[in-house]
């Protein structure tokens, strides 16, 4: 995994984040693809994502279906991998496993021979809706099921050279001081959404506890304080944003967009932890199938005006 880089632009129309320009520091810039193949292979998408700033992305290759069930074919895999290299971005795989012991072993052998041979540099895995005490199948809990997960994928980081990572939202137990698979990996990115609308559909406070800047510098907070591995830099902490759904009535979308980078651009603790990367949620609405509204080119325009630079 590569180290952290300094993603100030030397523009100076160039405008970053204020809290960035304290610091001096903006993590790089990334994006999980959740694109159709069809979309993904087309090289005009990697030089937009390039001509953005993005530095990695991670390509959702599993969906949430039982199993790893193969979003990209090993023909689509062997078209996207090289346009990511001429690119320059580097990929992670992203599935969603499942405490499942036989699914645990029939994804690995999957990931091991149809997908990461193709050259990404991370396996992330997606602990979601699936990754609960009451899916455990073979193992006496989920934190035994987390350390066979991660002994069966590091197995697959040695073959491969890749690191492992993890991924979840804020009310998840490993988003929690309950965190075990969390404290396993080499980094962990945290789904920090800040939207006008939850999940539910219910609207959202600009300024209340789910608002932009306040929901990522609160719960950074928490998850420090929480887990001593990120705290120490043992795990790395990456963050993601939403860039969907960024327009609260008597508000602008850039406003939203800075007040929730603004808390992950400066060092978190006296040890220096710092946000390593941003990664977006998602290629879909910011390169892809969704991204041509007025909005969403709001969103873009502001994506490059901030990271566009670091890839010139």
């Keep these: 995994m590569p180290d952290e880089i300094s993603r100030v632009p030397t523009s100076p129309e160039t405008p970053i984040p204020r809290a960035a320009a304290a610091a001096s520091k903006l993590p790089c810039l990334e994006v999980w693809i959740d694109d159709p193949p069809s979309v993904v292979k087309d090289p005009a998408y990697w030089a937009l994502m390039r001509e953005h700033g993005v530095m990695t992305a991670a390509l959702m290759v599993d969906t949430t279906k039982p199993g790893l069930d193969s979003v990209y074919k090993p023909r689509d895999l062997a078209i996207i991998l090289p346009l990511a290299l001429d690119a320059d971005i580097s990929l992670v795989a992203t599935d969603w496993p499942e405490p ?155 406003e939203a967009l800075e007040l929730a980078v603004a808390p992950l651009c400066s060092p978190l603790n006296d040890a220096g932890v710092r946000v390593m990367a941003i990664r977006m949620w998602s290629s879909k609405w910011l390169f892809g199938i969704r991204s041509d509204t007025p909005t969403q080119r709001r969103v873009l325009a502001w994506l490059k005006k901030t990271w566009g630079a670091t890839r010139a």
């Design 100 to 254: 499942d012991m036989d699914k645990i072993d029939r994804a690995c052998e999957i990931l091991d021979h149809e997908i990461l041979p193709f050259g990404f540099t991370a396996l992330e895995g997606d602990a979601e809706g699936m990754w609960k005490e009451q899916h455990c199948r073979g193992f006496a809990s989920l934190d035994g099921a987390a350390a066979y997960l991660v002994g069966r994928r590091r197995e697959l980081a040695a073959k491969h050279d890749i690191a492992l990572q993890g991924t979840t939202h804020t009310g998840h137990k490993e988003a929690s001081k309950h965190a075990f698979l969390a404290r396993l990996l080499d980094r962990m990115y945290y789904q920090l959404y800040s939207t006008e609308s939850d999940w539910e559909g219910k609207k959202v406070a600009f300024s209340g506890p789910r608002g932009p800047g306040r929901l990522q510098e609160e719960f950074l907070e928490d998850v420090l304080e929480d887990i001593p591995e990120l705290a120490k830099g043992i795990v790395q902490l990456g963050a993601g944003l939403a860039g969907y759904d960024q327009k609260w009535p008597g508000h602008e979308v850039e």
